[in-house]
T-cell receptor, first 115, second 113 residues
Framework: QQQVKQSPQSLIVQKGGISIINCAYE??????FPWYQQFPGKGPALLIA?????SEKKEGRFTISFNKSAKQFSLHIMDSQPGDSATYFC??????????????FGTGTLLAVQP | EPEVTQTPSHQVTQMGQEVILRCVPI?????FYWYRQILGQKVEFLVS????????KSEIFDDQFSVERPDGSNFTLKIRSTKLEDSAMYFC???????????FGPGTRLTVT
């Protein structure tokens, strides 16, 4: 019940296209949903995050869409660029703001944006 | 910009040996974490540490693992007797307060032979 399922495993998009990565969860007690970007040789870095009381959050070219009833959320990268090529992880946190706030990660999506 | 640092970047050890992975969290951060990522798999939570004690640990974090904040700046993960299945990338993370972002270090790749 503490899993986050992520798809696709890998994604190839042409420059300027839209990249879409999907995640689903079971535990309705999750209350914070961040997306992390990881470049080779680096640790994950927070890209954008959303609370479940909001259906959409946009920051620049990155948008999270959140469907609470379906227990699904997705990352959309508009106008994808070669520099966006990285591994993307969705994650969830239980009891955000509590003592632990451990991140429960999805399995990751390797995005390649072709020039 | 402040960042989390980890040393070494790559550690090779023989099965049964003890290893210590070191992290220097961002200086005003109060919450500390270790995660690991086995090659090709997802990042998994190991342990969280706050106020000089473990606040939560996962099933992976058994008696072979321990954490310590020995001097107010370093945060270490010790594996007492390494196994082949401990081979992974280990990430340290820290955050300033309860509702703040976790910042990750670049990781230590541990290879157990």
């Amino acid at each position: 019940q503490q899993q986050v399922k992520q798809s696709p495993q890998s994604l190839i998009v042409q420059k300027g296209g839209i990249s879409i990565i999907n995640c689903a969860y079971e535990n309705t007690a999750f209350d914070y949903f961040p997306w992390y970007q990881q470049f080779p040789g680096k640790g994950p870095a927070l890209l954008i995050a959303i609370r479940p009381d909001v259906s959409e959050k946009k920051e620049g070219r990155f948008t999270i869409s959140f469907n609470k009833s379906a227990k699904q959320f997705s990352l959309h990268i508009m106008d994808s660029q070669p520099g966006d090529s990285a591994t993307y992880f969705c994650a969830a946190i239980l009891n955000y703001g509590g003592a632990t706030n451990k991140l429960i990660f999805g399995t990751g999506t390797l995005l390649a944006v072709q020039p | 910009e402040p960042e989390v640092t980890q040393t070494p970047s790559h550690q090779v050890t023989q099965m049964g040996q003890e290893v210590i992975l070191r992290c220097v969290p961002i200086s005003n951060h109060l919450y500390f974490y270790w995660y690991r990522q086995i090659l090709g798999q997802k990042v998994e939570f190991l342990v969280s540490f706050y106020n000089n004690e473990i606040s939560e640990k996962s099933e992976i974090f058994d008696d072979q693992f321990s954490v310590e904040r020995p001097d107010g700046s370093n945060f270490t993960l010790k594996i007492r007797s390494t196994k082949l299945e401990d081979s992974a990338m280990y990430f340290c993370a820290s955050k300033q307060g309860p509702s703040y972002e976790q910042y990750f270090g670049p990781g230590t790749r541990l290879t157990v032979t």
